[in-house]
């Protein structure tokens, strides 16, 4: 796809998004799959702010009916099953189990009570039977696990994605709907009229210049830098977002077969182990954040915190920090509200200032297609019931091996391909059949080939080293990128 920065200043847009997280992808997609002419501007890459830092769960959130928010659990169970039926290549089913210990803070008939209501809320929309578990049963499911103590425990379903990915192809969607989107294009004032925003003034960051860029209506779905961009609207704007801090460690291996819900013991904070990639993704943490978003990073504390809390659940590991693969932190954009972070609810709402901007406030990662298909049907005033897909949404009607047979690659690769890109790993093989070199592999693990690296920057407007090996490919939470990967994707970049 060719970045052409020059039509942002020659048309009048119906729609301008700022931010190209999860949100402002989704919302630029449905616009523009609703007819109106969209623009979307990211300052970074397309979820290098939240959207690539979550716990990668599509969730309806069980420890929320804690705090009693039944609607939001429903909804959420509501769209975890949209987004397996659309998105089944990013979107996984995950079984999760919850070990309970005498004297952990919630009792065994708590957690029990809280499955079972769990999936009564999901009813049609389950993905798989819970189930209560004696202590044995917990023991042979998961043999590393702590005895001492153990009661029993619960299992349960609920889904696995990828965040980075997903957003992505709800910008290449948008793309396809005939959205004028950017990466690394930052709105840095607000143009008005008569006090009425008219658009924005840019600044291509790639290419250091600056331009208007002009429309009916303005969305700033910018999560954590929401509050700066009220203030950039109206100076003294009181603040909108509560900043929480979760961070996350990707530990060596897999240290469970199934993903593990664990009761801290020290705050009743509930976190997670859960086998990612091969490896362990082991988070989050909530604390408040006060900072600016972008000098958002990992404090040893948070590591030690997890590292200790795990340990208590898995004591025959030993939780070596040396074998700790990557760390990652974002924040959670919550609306701004008084109380434990824990506690703050995880709803949306749609704030429109005095200029007319609308910033998205508030929301998880589960329900961004709701949101984004409220937000629209706002703006346009009539709900639209469009077939939501995403680009690689679809049945691949071959298999790995019959794929492997015709084109001459590993089944592993394929295999990868397909997890990966969906329907559109054709794409991918496309490329390597009018440039055979492209089907070299420039990593074994995960299984990466040269057509992949070219993919990203033509389609997929990858235009760093970090973009590819962050969002596009993952490879940097799955240890040492090989020098191999980065001369090849140096190469690539450079022409
Ligand atoms: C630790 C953690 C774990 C989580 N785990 C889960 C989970 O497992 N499941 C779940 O459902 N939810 C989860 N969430 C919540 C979820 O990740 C967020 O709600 C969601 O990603 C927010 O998306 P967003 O688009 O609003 O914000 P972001 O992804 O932050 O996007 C905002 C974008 O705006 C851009 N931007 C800012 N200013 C400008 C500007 N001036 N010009 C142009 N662009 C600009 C930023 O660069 C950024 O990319 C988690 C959150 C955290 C922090």
Redesign the pocket.
């Known amino acids: 796809m060719i970045r052409d920065i020059e039509r942002f200043t020659k048309n009048i847009y119906d729609l301008l998004v700022?931010?190209?997280?999860?949100?402002?992808a989704a919302i630029a997609h449905i616009a523009a799959q609703r007819g109106m002419k969209v623009a979307l501007?990211?300052?970074?890459d397309f979820?290098?702010?939240?959207?690539s830092?979550?716990?990668?769960?599509?969730?309806g959130g069980i420890r929320y009916l804690e705090n009693f928010e039944v609607d939001l659990v429903y909804e959420s169970l509501r769209e975890r099953y949209i987004q397996l039926k659309v998105a089944p290549h990013l979107v996984k089913p995950l079984p999760f189990v919850i070990p309970v210990y005498r004297g952990d803070k919630r009792p065994l008939w708590m957690m029990q009570f809280g499955v079972f209501l769990y999936e009564m809320l999901a009813g049609p929309y389950r993905v798989s039977p819970r189930k209560n578990l004696s202590r044995d049963e917990v023991m042979r499911m998961e043999p590393g696990i702590e005895p001492e103590g153990l009661k029993g425990g619960v299992l349960y379903y609920d889904a696995q994605m990828d965040?980075a990915r997903l957003c992505l192809e709800n910008v290449l969607m948008a793309d396809q709907y005939g959205a004028h989107v950017a990466n690394y294009v930052?709105?840095v004032s607000f143009v008005k009229e008569n006090g009425r925003v008219t658009g924005v003034r840019a600044r291509d960051v790639l290419g250091n210049r600056e331009f208007e860029i002009r429309a009916k209506r303005v969305i700033c779905?910018?999560?954590?830098?929401t509050n700066?961009?009220l203030r950039l609207d109206a100076p003294g704007a009181k603040k909108k977002v509560r900043t929480t801090k979760?961070i996350?460690i990707v530990y060596q291996g897999e240290i469970s077969k199934h993903a593990i819900l664990i009761g801290s013991q020290s705050d009743r904070r509930i976190f997670f182990v859960i086998p990612w990639m091969g490896n362990s993704l082991i988070?989050?943490t909530d604390t408040d954040y006060v900072a600016g978003p972008d000098e958002v990073k990992v404090e040893q504390e948070g590591i030690n915190y997890l590292l200790r809390e795990s340990r208590r659940v898995f004591p025959t590991l030993d939780f070596n920090p040396a074998k700790i693969l990557a760390t990652f932190a974002?924040?959670?954009?919550l609306i701004r509200k008084g109380g434990s972070p824990r506690k703050v609810s995880r709803k949306h709402l749609f704030y429109e200032a005095p200029s007319g901007v609308i910033f998205?406030v508030g929301?998880?990662?589960?329900t961004y297609r709701k949101v984004a298909a409220d937000c629209v049907s706002k703006l346009r005033k009539v709900s639209g019931k469009e077939d939501f897909r995403l680009y690689g949404s679809g049945a691949i009607p071959e298999s790995a091996e019959a794929v492997a047979g015709r084109t001459g690659l590993e089944p592993a690769v394929v295999r990868s391909l397909m997890d990966l890109y969906g329907t559109r790993y054709e794409d991918v093989l496309k490329l390597a059949e009018k440039d055979p070199s492209l089907k070299e592999k420039v990593s074994d693990v995960p299984p990466v080939i040269k057509a992949q690296l070219i993919y990203a920057v033509q389609t997929e407007m990858a235009k760093t080293l970090e973009d590819i090996t962050g969002r596009r490919l993952s490879l940097v939470y799955q240890g040492i990128v090989s020098s191999k990967v980065l001369s090849a994707i140096s190469s690539i970049l450079a022409k």
């Open positions: 700022v931010g190209g997280g999860i949100n402002g501007l990211e300052k970074g979820a290098s702010g939240t959207s830092k979550s716990t990668k769960l599509i969730h965040d930052k709105a779905a910018a999560g954590p830098w700066e961009l979760g996350h988070g989050t974002g924040l959670r954009p998205v929301g998880k990662y589960t």
